[in-house]
T-cell receptor, first 111, second 113 residues
Framework: NAGVTQTPKFQVLKTGQSMTLQCAQD?????MYWYRQDPGMGLRLIYY???????DKGEVPNGYNVSRLNKREFSLRLESAAPSQTSVYFC??????????FGSGTRLTVV | DQQVKQNSPSLSVQEGRISILNCDYT??????FLWYKKYPAEGPTFLIS?????DKNEDGRFTVFLNKSAKHLSLHIVPSQPGDSAVYFC????????????FGKGNQVVVIP
């Protein structure tokens, strides 16, 4: 079982470049999430999608956009990358009372 | 304003001894609590959970205790093993089945062989 798959695993961007982080889940989960993890800051929610066709801001949405392409896929886009967006990004999904299943992460460096 | 707080960011413990991780929360509406474990270069994985109708849940070497009046929960690992060396996140949600979890900042545990 693949669970939650994130691509790419690593990425280096120059300031001002754009990119899209991809996430797909094969568990038929309704809800999907994007988090970033920074040292001493824990997991902070960027955006989430409670169901296909809906998206909502989390606690740190600035500089990001998301698309819930279908039930399986939830992408995160950085339109103009900044050094402050250097982080490890995790996608997660869940359904109802079941806890989150996380992907293995994307390590992004913006120089 | 952080609703789930984990103090003492790091813990070192000898193999075979007990590891105790603490977590405090501020939102009295939280009624479902989870612990996640994270190894370097991997995503967090679910470890153990407890609902507010219980004060203890045990799964092998892992036990979670909940003190609702104090808005406090703890994770006990007995005995600690080197493979337990990881970051542990406490998480909470309001309304059983609610989709969104609030996470603490995590505790780094190092088990010394």
């Amino acid at each position: 079982n693949a669970g939650v798959t994130q691509t790419p695993k690593f990425q280096v961007l120059k300031t001002g470049q754009s990119m899209t982080l991809q996430c797909a889940q094969d568990m038929n989960h309704n809800s999907m999430y994007w988090y970033r993890q920074d040292p001493g800051m824990g997991l902070r929610l960027i955006y989430y999608s409670a169901s296909e066709g809906t998206t909502d801001k989390g606690e740190v949405p600035n500089g990001y956009n998301v698309s819930r392409l279908n039930k399986r896929e939830f992408s995160l886009r950085l339109e103009s990358a900044a050094p402050s967006q250097t982080s490890v990004y995790f996608c997660a999904s869940n359904r109802g009372a079941i806890g989150y299943t996380f992907g293995s992460g994307t390590r992004l460096t913006v120089v | 304003d952080q609703q789930v707080k984990q103090n003492s960011p790091s813990l070192s413990v000898q193999e075979g001894r007990i590891s105790i991780l603490n977590c405090d929360y501020t939102n009295s509406m939280f009624d479902y609590f989870l612990w996640y474990k994270k190894y370097p270069a991997e995503g967090p994985t679910f470890l153990i959970s407890i609902s507010s109708i219980k004060d203890k849940n045990e799964d092998g070497r892992f036990t979670v205790f909940l003190n609702k009046s104090a808005k406090h929960l703890s994770l006990h690992i007995v005995p600690s093993q080197p493979g337990d060396s990881a970051v542990y996140f406490c998480a909470a949600s309001a309304e059983y089945g609610n989709n969104r979890l609030a996470f603490g900042k995590g505790n780094q545990v190092v088990v010394i062989p």
